[in-house]
């Protein structure tokens, strides 16, 4: 693993404050809004079928997913190009972008509040299904801050790059949040919703009780003849 970025400025990688969530990024300085926080970079695939086919992660479908899951990974918003920083497999330098975590797994986003905020957002754009105008990425911003999110993605035009940005002023020590988004999540809420259906399942049938004799029939049925 080579890390080199030529963006960052006193970041650390350290135990992230999410449970289980491994490692994370977090800010050694105080940082401004709208500055350039650190890159993401890696090895570059054409899409994520190309990515699939490496096999770099096929690992991931042990957690008992239905497909491999690119945890590393970011589309190119231009040239729609997969970079992956997976720091184990990456042949390529890699940024500290894939070291930043998402504040909002999956168990969250199963919340009904989430699935209300995320209606409630989408209604309020201009053509209420996607952003189509500048107050829509506005909008867009404030919300993804109010979930807890500190950083942004920003494609470099013809370059194989990507830039984090910061939503807001950060605070040295905070951890740095990204979105990952709904569909990066998808495998791993389909699992957990199978789990609980099972778990119910479980739950249900052991409520089911074996009838027990009562004194009177139990002596009856073993009393000698």
Not at 45 to 71: A, C, H, W
């Amino acid at each position: 693993m080579r890390i080199i970025d030529e963006v960052e400025r006193y970041l650390f990688i350290s135990a992230s404050t999410i449970q289980g969530a491994g490692a994370g990024l977090f800010a050694g300085n105080n940082i401004q809004k709208g500055r350039p926080v650190c890159e993401y970079k890696g090895d570059i695939f054409e899409d994520y079928e190309d990515l699939e086919k490496s096999g770099r992660y096929n690992y991931t479908l042990q957690m008992g997913i239905e497909k491999t899951s690119p945890v590393y990974s970011i589309t190119h918003e231009h040239t729609g190009k997969v970079i992956d920083s997976h720091p184990a497999f990456s042949k390529e330098a890699i940024g500290l972008g894939g070291f930043i975590n998402d504040s909002l797994g999956p168990r969250l986003r199963m919340k009904q509040d989430y699935v209300d905020s995320v209606k409630e957002l989408t209604l309020s754009f201009d053509n209420q299904s996607s952003v189509t105008s500048l107050t829509d990425i506005d909008k867009t911003k404030d919300w993804k801050i109010k979930m807890g999110f500190n950083v942004t993605a920003y494609s470099v035009p013809n370059e194989d790059k990507i830039i984090m940005m910061s939503l807001r002023d950060i605070k040295g020590g905070e951890e740095i949040f990204f979105d990952y988004g709904d569909n990066y999540w998808l495998p791993y809420i389909k699992l957990i919703a199978k789990q609980n259906q099972m778990k119910n399942k479980q739950e249900e049938e052991g409520k089911k009780t074996v009838p027990v004799m009562n004194k009177e029939d139990f002596d009856k049925a073993f009393a000698k003849e």
